[in-house]
């Protein structure tokens, strides 16, 4: 089992830049696929990113390609989310989940951190 928190959230100008942490307790967190998921006030939780367990591969939906940078650190049992050049559309709930399966769908992660609010004005 892997319990996960986010930190890293806050309120930002569009064309701005905010760092996601995902830190995570247990030993077995370089076992797990981790991904971002985000959640926008009236709509559905959707797929961000995700990246492997040696962090060699990494996916994102289309949207964030070429601004989000998803990267880990097994040793500090983390993973980051470098966002930038972002715009309010990015405004949502960021929450990170481990998989032991991986892929864009949420039914694949079997646990969830609280999240954390991104918001972006314009």
């Known amino acids: 089992q892997v319990q996960l928190v986010e930190s890293g959230g806050g309120l930002v100008q569009a064309g701005g830049s905010l760092r996601l942490s995902c830190a995570a307790s247990?030993?077995?967190?370089?076992?797990?696929?981790i991904g971002w998921f985000r959640q926008a006030p009236g709509k559905e939780r959707d797929f961000v990113a995700a990246i492997t367990r040696s962090g060699a591969n990494t996916d994102y939906v289309d949207s964030v390609k070429g601004r989000f940078t998803i990267s880990r650190d097994n040793a500090k049992n983390t993973v980051y989310l470098q966002m930038n050049s972002l715009k309010p559309e990015d405004t949502a709930v960021y929450v990170c989940?481990?998989?032991?399966?991986?892929?864009?769908?949420?039914?694949?992660?079997?646990?969830w951190g609280q999240g954390t609010q991104v918001t972006v004005s314009s």
């Open positions: 247990g030993r077995t967190f370089s076992m797990y696929v």
């Open positions: 989940a481990a998989s032991r399966i991986g892929g864009k769908s949420s039914i694949n992660y079997a646990y």
